[in-house]
């Protein structure tokens, strides 16, 4: 089993935002939540968990903690705002992007080293766009499954970076007290507490027999799970169930041709990544920013699901020309595609006399797997710059 699953949770999520937005807080103990009566604390920054402070405490007993702090009132929509960004990147490394909460997902990474280099590169990369696109700090978990990638993501945090190999696996866990184990809640742990256990060590002197005896189902569960073996798969969210690519372009742009190769070069790049984790599907949707930041997104359903990068380019070509989107300038310019459904990828035969198109683009891919982006290259696209 090799570390293929990460789990990314962003650090004290709403505060870093509130940080973000005001430089004046940063630094400081910023406490965000209800202002009101009888408000809860939402979270804490870091600065403000030194004198105790936590999420869901009251805001009467935070500001008797600390008095010196400054108490922010919470602005769900920026959160919400800032979270699709964050998603947004996720979903540009692997389409398997699985929700958890507003700043908190598993990413199953396999299908993605071809393209983005192995495990701990692509964790590197992914905080290092976190922080430079949005300016926030993540913590990242890397394990070969889901239990113990969200476990790695809370042990080196802020801004972490956990790994949790496989031949290290039992030294790390052991010690853990036995609420890190996911279900074990307060209920849970007093009963095991009363039989003299704390730690996932102590607790993996019960057969799985035993476990069964005391806690039925669960205790399979917790058999397994403190031997660190979790067999969930990361599953997509429907609202991530699609791939797409958008870029800003370096100047706002008004030549149709120009707009036109941009979008053949997302689309070759969208249809890529769709054939590499093998998905067809059957709505394309553009999205448009203009140069006075007014945004728009359009889409279409086709009868039958493709991948392909004509039919992708073609569909969202169609859509900027039948809604006469091109008439302003353009600042930034996306396509993806969503409905997507597995499918088994039809195999390239050299030795066939005739050659289909997604033979072709499979060996589009190949070449671009070996030798780089810019080695092939469609004839529409040579010796022009639409893109940076
Ligand atoms: P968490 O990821 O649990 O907490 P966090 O991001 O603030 O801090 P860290 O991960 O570094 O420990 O939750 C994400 C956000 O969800 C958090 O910023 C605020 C919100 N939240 C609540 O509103 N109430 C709560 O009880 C919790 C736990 C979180
Ligand atoms: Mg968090």
């Not at 804490?44 to 010196?68: D, N, Q, T």
């Not at 353009?330 to 050659?355: A, H």
Request: with cysteine.
């Amino acid at each position: 089993m090799a570390l293929e699953i990460m789990h990314i949770d962003m650090d004290a999520f709403f505060a870093a935002v509130e940080q973000l937005d005001n430089p004046i807080l940063r630094g400081k103990p910023v406490i965000v939540g209800g202002l009101g009566q009888r408000g809860v604390v939402s979270t804490a920054s870091y600065e403000a968990r030194k004198y105790g402070i936590h999420s869901a405490m009251s805001m009467v007993e935070a500001r008797r903690l600390c008095p010196e702090g400054i108490f922010v009132q919470g602005r769900h929509k920026r959160y919400g705002e800032i979270s699709r960004k964050i998603f947004e990147i996720f979903t540009t490394y692997t389409p398997i992007v699985e929700k958890v909460s507003i700043d908190e997902a598993f990413l199953d990474i396999r299908g993605c080293h071809r393209l983005f280099g192995d495990s701990v590169t692509i964790g590197k990369k992914i905080k290092q766009e976190i922080k430079e696109k949005i300016g926030l700090t993540a913590s990242v978990g890397l394990a070969p499954n889901k239990f113990l990638a969200k476990l790695a993501s809370d042990m080196d945090k802020p801004d972490g970076f956990f790994i949790i190999e496989e031949n290290r696996i039992n030294e790390i866990l052991e010690p853990l007290p036995v609420n890190k184990i996911w279900g074990v809640g307060k209920k849970t742990a007093a009963i095991l507490k009363n039989r003299g256990i704390t730690t996932i060590g102590q607790l993996k002197k019960l057969s799985s027999s035993e476990l069964e005896a005391i806690f039925g189902k669960t205790g399979t569960q917790l058999y397994y799970l403190s031997r660190g073996i979790d067999n969930r798969s990361v599953s997509q969210d429907d609202e991530m169930k699609s791939i797409s690519h958008e870029e800003t372009f370096s100047q706002d742009l008004v030549d149709k041709e120009l707009i036109y190769n941009g979008l053949l070069e997302m689309a070759e790049r969208v249809s890529r990544r769709m054939r590499k984790n093998g998905y067809k599907g059957n709505t394309i949707f553009i999205k448009l920013r203009y140069g006075d930041f007014t945004t728009l997104t359009r889409r279409t359903t086709l009868p039958g699901a493709i991948n392909d990068t004509d039919s992708i380019y073609q569909t969202a070509r169609d859509l900027l020309d039948r809604n006469k989107l091109l008439r302003k300038p353009i600042r930034l310019l996306g396509v993806g595609v969503s409905n997507l459904k597995e499918y088994e990828g039809t195999q390239l035969s050299l030795f066939s006399d005739k050659i289909t198109r997604e033979e072709l683009t499979r060996t589009i891919d190949q070449i671009k797997d070996r030798f780089g982006d810019g080695s092939i290259t469609r004839a529409r696209n040579l010796g022009k710059k639409g893109l940076e």
